[in-house]
């Protein structure tokens, strides 16, 4: 039988990335090239000047980038901006688009994109590396000669996507905070990892995703149905009325477990025969501190701060900070928070933070922050005014070795006596932690033990450092397997350290939400977990049922297992306490 829309139906698999079941008519995002609609015009002169206020506004906004570039990174990453303004002037460009307005009476937004998409193909099929490269200055810059002339933001689905599925290449994660305002009902992507920033963001909130659908953009078509499986990474185009139904008892069965799990979720973190472990929240805006209350979290153990730079797309000022951190720690009420000091760079860039060959491994977190005392010390301040009000905690982001921690708890104790001279004195001391991410890091874990007052272990990171795949590339997502026993015995390692030293180690990446990995990290004797809220009540539930003695067999079973034999080993374990087999 066919699809309500006569289409056939289409299956195709990506990766899980945020539980749950939706359906709805597509909403295709085309970031960076809107849909436009070709329409004869009556007045072609009319449109030419119009495409003449749009460069000029065009050249306005780059000129206004290139020189906040300038003041707060330096002139040569300002000079990009050159570039692109240089594709403003280009006459044959421009010429081209006037001559096609005359010629075809069509609107000047239609022509304006087939010009620049003819453009865009030559230089990408250049030998010339250097020239290959300027196709993307152009689809950026005639981007925003798009955005002026429909007066859009083509980046926001907006209030059309109410109750869609957002079909798109790629998403930012601030796209996907935008997704989430928008009402949409899920959202499927081509590119992206189960670890990629927009995935965790869809997570914490609540939305079902797919990720890493390959061959997407090509199948999916404008008035399209789907069906997004955000528990096994399957969707289906234009479902039949039978695939529909199949479906009713998959979401009847999510929901089912769901209210079970629900149900003792305000039960203590203790194991069956009473061992104690706590379960925190992940969260990046003090909105969410609603779920994570809700779900019974026992403190933030992740506080992702470069979510109010992406939200705002800007440096904040130390004030914004603290009324955002203040906030936090109100609603927390004696919980203790960990704020991570911010952690931009990799997938999540700020418009003006230049472009690079590989940003995972470039000017990304503490990097960023120790070469950057005008943002780093404001955002330390607003966290030691904030710790006045409550517990509170600091942990610096992609620590590589023991130099690096140094200077930043350097900068920390300098800021906290400069404060402390002001008369600002935090509620409790302040421990900082570093975030064991990168191999480098696990390596020297012993010495950076001896130096933190806490661990907290970044896996998303880890794990893709580790293996060298990175976390949002859907050609390579199958290669990024957490059960690698480089991965699993990398681990034992920084836990081992940090066990020796006497310090506390946590897991604040996706695999301390995992139901499947929360068992093994509990057996190998890490009493801290946080994650996203919404993940809480299943993997409490998981651990709940589980006592002490069977964890650590687990533990030992896995670690001498390759990863085949670990991931049944896990899937096993959790199934028998979630009742699904
Ligand atoms: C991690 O890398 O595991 C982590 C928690 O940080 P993020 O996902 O923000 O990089
Ligand atoms: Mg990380």
Known sequence: MKAENNRPEQRLQGTAAAPGVARGPVYLLMKGMAIVACQKVSDPEAEIRRLESAL???????????????????????????????V?????????????????????????????????EIFEKMDDDFLRERAADIRDVTGRVLEQLLGTQPERAGEA??????????????????LHDDGVSAFVTEEGGRTSHSAIMARSLDIPAVVGVKGLMEAVQEGDVILVDGESGLIVLNPTPETIDGYRGKEQAIRNRRDRVLREVALPDLTSDGTAFMLLANIGDPAEMEDALGYCARGVGLYRTENLYLRL???????????????????????????????????????????????????????LCLERPDVFRPQLRAIIRAAVLGPVQVMFPMISGVEELRRAKEIFRDVEAELAREGVWPASPIRLGAMIEIPSAAAVAAELAAESDFFSVGTND???????????????????????????????????????????????GELGGDPLWAPLLVGLGVHELSMTPA???EVRFVLRHSDATELRELAAKVTCADAAKTRTLLQDFAAAKLKLR
């Open 56 to 86: 000029g506004a065009t050249r306005r906004e780059i000129s206004k980038l290139r020189d906040d570039v300038a003041l707060k990174l330096n002139e040569s990453e300002a000079s990009i901006f050159d570039a692109h303004l240089l």
């Open 88 to 120: 403003l002037e280009d006459v044959a460009l421009i010429d081209d688009v006037t001559r096609e307005v005359k010629q075809t009476g069509f609107n000047v937004e239609f022509c304006f994109q087939e010009v620049a998409q003819r453009y865009i």
């Open 161 to 178: 996507a109410k109750l869609h599925v957002v079909v798109a290449r790629d998403l930012t994660p601030s796209d996907t905070a935008g």
């Open 313 to 367: 797309d800007s440096w904040p000022s130390e004030e914004v900070q603290y009324l955002e951190y203040a906030e936090v720690v109100q609603q927390a009420k004696g919980l203790p928070v960990t704020f991570r000091t911010l952690d931009l760079g990799g997938d999540k860039r700020l418009g003006d933070l230049a472009d690079e060959a590989n940003p995972f491994m470039g000017y990304r977190a503490v990097r």
């Open 462 to 508: 880890l794990v893709q450092y580790l293996l060298a795949v990175d976390r949002g590339n859907q050609r390579v997502a199958s290669l990024y397997d957490p059960c690698h026993p480089a991965v699993v015995r990398t681990l034992i390692a920084i836990f081992g350290a940090a066990q020796d030293r006497g310090i506390p180690v946590a897991v604040c």
């Open 535 to 537: 993940a809480l009540p």
